[in-house]
């Protein structure tokens, strides 16, 4: 490496969070440097400690936190300083000027009271000589680089009034403001679709090569790692089991826990016609929490394996054949959502949003469709308006050859039975007052499902199992599970009432990969047992090519292309569906090759 002073060196970092009750080490003896202009990504599962080293290093961790260790950082203003022993006056001074940090849940970090604007511009009058007007025009430009639109009206805008992407690019106006010596990015772009998702990187990358700017990233997506990062440190329960280089890692990983990770991503290069490997698949832990490699590699089944897995794939087929003799199971004809966005004197629209504009398309018994697009597309739109959700404002949905605008009240709540859908945010869709077997059982009383509660209990606790929680579980809250468990939870519920249908909306975007490929698994599993049909929404295309028989692509309100996974990616009729596809981080070596090489480029010629 060129620079061989560190601009960062972390040595035996540990923190611990201690109640009355219990300790946890959250980080344990964790070890690392950063060189100027690097990118180092931290990877693991949630719960691995990756974003506790970040907030541990800025010292922004509540009283319940005691970190060890020492972080030396090279500061501009105070020189070579250990972080975990400054002052919080002397903090301050490096907080957002020399060390930024890209939150990961936006909505969170940005003050609701305050506008987009005052709060960047708050950042360049604190840590810079700018003027309130300079401040401003500083500002916009920040907005004009993370490609927000209409810079001039985000300024005056407040965060709730953006959506969840947007929030994410103010965000990252912000820690850019300074051009700090280091930018810590905590899952920046999860929220992210994939074209947004691919200026941000670019931004970054940017950034890293203009200002020499050191970027510690940490992220579960180990696509986005392959595109951006120079090495990776691999952390699993807050210890450090692997580092080294990005292509290294990727072509020759060494623990077993990198090995499953690896192995748990869809990959677009190849539609798996079994079921996702996890990390389980791949190791396993003695009592006293060793870890042990499986010697059993996941590409060689069982038996047991292949027999049950042919007797599936039958059974499958013989299905999709009488499927097909079928009629269509939903029908969607010019549907249209149109959302009034100014009013006149007198009340009346004079403007529209065309979130769904003039779609149309079938979908059979027993199929999967995935509906793929940028944020902003429809896609959600479409979802709900299907369930009534959102009022459509014209066209047809014919569900089981109802049209679902003439049913009243009571009919449209009875329709709930055949028709589901899972939320993308599992834990805002589960009442925080309910316990999980409350909230499994409230659809089964709604609708008179069983004689009694003892048969409907036994149904829920028949549920969990199918879904891989424990009976124990029933009388947990929605807050004691972890995000892969909530999203359990939520496909449990919707499976309460034995629907015929599923609308699934980016019910996995937000997962660890090992645990988006649980899920994926349990819902392939659960859509050949209970027969259903899904409509599975994603920005994720490597998802949508796994789960879907044909995948429709949305843009602005349309439906701009449609095939089965095959066709769509071996040759896309669509420029739109060309950019969606070139923007997904692949993962390959031949890949990384080519991201190491533009980056090198790019920082010899700057």
């Known amino acids: ?165 947007q929030q994410q690019r103010v965000m990252i106006a912000m820690a850019m403001a300074c051009a700090p010596g280091i930018l810590i990015a905590d899952e920046p772009t999860t929220a992210l679709d994939v074209t947004v998702q691919a200026h941000m990187l670019q931004l970054l990358d940017e950034l890293r090569v203009k200002e020499s700017t050191a970027i510690l990233f940490i992220t579960h997506d180990l696509g986005v790692v392959a595109e951006i990062a120079d090495r990776i440190l691999v952390m699993y329960k807050g210890k450090v089991v692997e580092q080294g280089r990005v292509l290294d890692i990727f072509t020759d990983p060494q623990h077993p826990y990198t090995k499953g990770l690896l192995a748990c991503r869809p990959r677009l290069s190849a539609r798996p016609q079994s079921i996702l490997p996890t990390v389980a698949d791949f190791m396993l832990e003695d009592a006293q929490g060793n870890i042990i490699e499986r010697k059993k590699k996941v590409c060689e089944p069982s038996l047991a394996d292949v027999v049950n897995t042919y007797i599936g794939t039958v059974a499958s087929i013989k299905q999709e054949q009488e499927n097909k003799q079928k009629p269509p199971l939903l029908q969607v004809e010019n549907l249209k959502v149109y959302f009034p966005v100014r009013k006149s004197f007198f009340s009346r629209s004079t403007d529209f949003v065309k979130a769904v504009d003039g779609v149309s398309f079938e979908v059979m018994p027993g199929e999967t469709i995935g509906l793929v697009g940028e944020s902003g597309c429809g896609k959600t739109t479409l979802g709900r308006a299907l369930l009534r959700l959102v009022e459509p404002t014209g066209g047809r949905v014919l569900f089981n050859g109802r049209n679902m605008a003439h049913l009243n009240p009571k009919q449209l709540r009875q329709s709930r039975h055949d028709f589901q859908m899972v939320f993308q945010d599992p834990y805002a869709s589960l009442n925080p007052m309910h316990t999980v077997g409350e909230a499994i059982m409230e659809p089964m009383q709604v609708h008179n499902l069983y004689e009694n509660s003892h048969e409907r209990r036994g149904k829920v606790l028949e549920l969990l199992e199918k879904v891989g929680l424990m009976p124990e579980h029933f009388h947990r809250y929605p807050h004691e599970f972890s995000g892969g468990q909530r999203q359990r939870i939520s496909i449990a519920r919707a499976l309460a009432l034995q629907p015929q249908c599923i609308i699934c909306d980016e019910s996995v975007s937000a997962l660890d990969v090992s645990v988006q490929a649980q899920v994926l698994n349990l819902l392939n599993r659960l859509k050949r047992e209970f027969h259903i049909t899904l409509i599975f929404i994603t920005h994720d295309l490597a998802v949508a090519k796994y789960m879907s028989d044909r995948i429709l692509v949305m843009r602005k309100g349309r439906i701009v292309e449609s095939g089965t996974p095959e066709q769509l990616f071996r040759q896309p009729r669509e420029e739109y569906t060309r950019t969606l596809m070139n923007a997904i981080p692949k993962g390959e070596p031949e890949d990384i090759l080519a991201a190491q090489q533009k980056r090198e480029a790019l920082k010899a010629g700057a």
């Open 1 to 165: 490496m060129p620079i061989k002073t560190p601009i960062l060196q972390v040595r035996e970092l540990e923190t611990v969070f201690s109640t009355r009750h219990s300790t946890t080490k959250a980080v344990d003896k964790v070890s690392f440097e950063v060189y100027p202009g690097e990118v180092l990504a931290i990877v693991g599962e949630s719960g691995s400690g990756k974003s506790v080293t970040a907030l541990s290093l800025m010292r922004l961790l509540d009283a319940a936190g005691t970190t060890g260790g020492e972080a030396v950082f090279q500061s501009g203003k105070y020189g070579k300083v250990d972080l975990l022993q400054l002052s919080e006056k002397q903090l301050q001074g490096i907080r957002g000027s020399e060390i930024s940090m890209i939150f990961q849940e936006p909505m969170s970090s940005l003050n609701p009271v305050y506008t987009c604007g005052k709060q960047v511009a708050e950042v360049l009058l604190l840590h810079t000589n700018l003027s309130k007007k300079e401040a401003k025009e500083r500002t916009i430009q920040l907005f004009e680089k993370a490609k927000l639109p209409n810079p001039d009206k985000v300024f005056d805008t407040y965060p709730h009034e953006l959506s969840g992407g």
